[in-house]
């Protein structure tokens, strides 16, 4: 059984559209988070969540709207794509808040037309 | 000056060779330390974490602190060309948010 999984793998769309990535880990974590890695393969935060609850959210355009229903799942919806947006999206969880290590999941490439 | 520091590469060592990797940092209260592989295409992978000053060995790999000079590297002894990745230093900052902030990593090359 794969720890974190995303869906889908990838995801090509045109501008204008909004799309969703789903996220969930079944390590038992607390914690969850989303990360974007650009075309230069920076790997940046964008967003953690703790027990279903917003603990990070790094000056990410409000485009972007995570969702947690439950503490297992981390979900990203995205607004109105734009051609910036694409770069490769990884979910990743801890065990809890301050226990830094995080596992991260596949990845999901987005591809904006 | 970025929050966290890596020379980008590529690093080119003959098989055999011991690579050794190199990261600053600039939040002189963070916490916690760790050096993950991202194979291209794929995901980052953890190998190594620290969290106190000195050395910490595991297998081939051995992670250096040194919060004095804002300073972390990775050592890897015996390089092999299955060792040929990307290696992405992240950094825990000063705070209980549980957020990394990532260089942008060494492009590592080990040549048979």
């Known amino acids: 059984d794969t720890a974190v999984s995303q869906t889908p793998k990838y995801l090509v769309t045109q501008m204008g559209n909004d799309k969703s990535i789903k996220c969930e880990q079944n390590?038992?974590?607390?914690?969850m988070y989303w990360y974007k890695q650009d075309s230069k393969k920076f790997l940046k935060i964008m967003f953690s969540?703790?027990?279903?609850?917003?603990?990070i959210n790094e000056t990410v355009p409000n485009r972007f709207s995570p969702k947690s229903p439950d503490k297992a799942h981390l979900n990203l919806h995205i607004n109105s794509l734009e051609l910036g947006d694409s770069a490769v999206y990884f979910c990743?969880?801890?065990?809890?808040?301050?226990?830094?290590?995080?596992?991260f999941g596949a990845g999901t490439r987005l591809s904006v037309l | 000056q970025k929050e966290v520091e890596q020379n980008s590469g590529p690093l080119s060592v003959p098989e055999g060779a011991i690579a050794s990797l190199n990261c600053t940092y600039s939040?002189?209260?963070?916490?916690?330390f760790f050096w993950y592989r991202q194979y291209s295409g794929k995901s980052p992978e953890l190998i190594m974490s620290?969290?106190?000053?000195g050395d910490k060995e595991d297998g081939r790999f051995t992670a250096q602190l040194n919060k004095a000079s804002q300073y972390v590297s990775l050592l890897i002894r015996d390089s092999q060309p299955s060792d040929s990745a990307t290696y992405l230093c992240?950094?825990?900052?000063?705070?209980?948010?549980?957020?990394?902030?990532f260089g942008q990593g060494t492009t590592l090359q080990v040549k048979p």
């Open positions: 990743a969880s801890s065990q809890e808040l301050g226990k830094n290590i995080q596992y």
């Open positions: 390590l038992g974590h607390d914690t």
């Open positions: 969540y703790n027990n279903k609850e917003l603990i």
């Open positions: 939040d002189r209260g963070s916490q916690s």
């Open positions: 620290i969290y106190s000053n």
């Open positions: 992240a950094v825990g900052p000063s705070g209980n948010t549980g957020k990394l902030i």
